[in-house]
């Protein structure tokens, strides 16, 4: 099975809470009410300054992702 890159995910025990699930290395969820990220990999001490390099660049194309697929259900 091909997974997209991102995934919408809600869950009723957090109401306020829009999770996106970014499926690809490196693997995390984002809360976009918080932008509180949880890593889904375990990262060397070399790889968390690469990380942050790129952190907010998956942070920006989380959001992206979000707004497309909100502006589609709108339509």
């Not at 995934?7 to 969820?29: G, K, Q, S």
Request: negative net charge; aromatic residues 12%; charged residues 35%.
């Amino acid at each position: 099975m091909e997974l997209p890159k991102f995934l919408l995910a809600d869950n009723t025990d957090h109401p306020e809470a829009i999770f996106i699930v970014h499926t690809e290395y490196p693997r995390f969820i984002i809360n976009l009410e918080n932008d509180e990220v949880e890593w889904m990999e375990e990262f060397s001490k070399e790889d968390e300054a690469d990380l942050m390099d790129e952190t907010e660049n998956l942070v920006e194309a989380a959001t992206a992702f979000y707004d497309r697929e909100v502006s589609r259900y709108d339509s």
